[in-house]
């Protein structure tokens, strides 16, 4: 349903962090360069080949909120009971000791949403990559609606409540997606304006990878 267009305006060019100037030479950077660095360190931690591939259906996304939000196993959200019976019909669970019924959503975000959590995971990859590449001005209620064919008023709150979900901290559904790990060299993170441009270059060499397949 999500799809991401492939940016078309990238320097694919490697930087060569090598060759910038030294530390005392380098120039400020703007809170606006601070904001795409958050968006480009998300997108660098999306799952190699994309969300789509590492959770291919509605039953691999649950699988994965669940481990997320609930690591030592689900617990009744009343009694913090562990006998839970699946209502597979109602996609809820059951506490068998206090009677409590309730979804994988509850409480979160996603509480009372007609999307999957797999549309939630795409939506969220789809956000990120737009803003990672400098183009959330492509992400606008209506361009998230005719990207997607969803209704302008369900695509308007949806890209609220992820606006405000991914940036949280933490976040339900970032650490849900995000599971690669982040490796800058030492010196790079010392430095705000040597990180990034090797947030810019390693974004641009992410994508031109996805574009090789």
Partial sequence: MFNVDEPDDIDNEPINIKCLPSITQMPSISDQDRQRMFWMQLFLRLP????????????????RFREVRWPEGIRCLKCGGVQLK????????????????????????????????RDWFL???????????????????????????IAYTTA????????????????????SICIEDLCPPQDVVDDEFRFLMWLLDSCASREQQTREG
């Fill in 48 to 63: 190699l080949g994309g969300v789509g591939l590492r959770f291919p259906d509605e039953a691999a996304c649950e699988q």
């Fill in 86 to 117: 699946t209502c597979r019909a109602r996609k809820t669970l059951r506490c068998r000791d206090c009677g409590r019924e309730f979804s994988l959503k509850v409480g979160t975000f996603m509480f009372r949403s007609r999307h999957s959590i």
């Fill in 123 to 149: 939506a969220a990859e789809e956000h990120m990559t737009l803003c990672a590449f400098g183009r959330d001005r492509l992400d606008t209620g209506r361009d998230m609606a005719d990207r997607n064919g």
């Fill in 156 to 175: 308007f709150r949806m890209r609220e409540k992820l606006r405000g979900e991914l940036r949280r901290d933490p976040s339900l559904l970032v650490s």
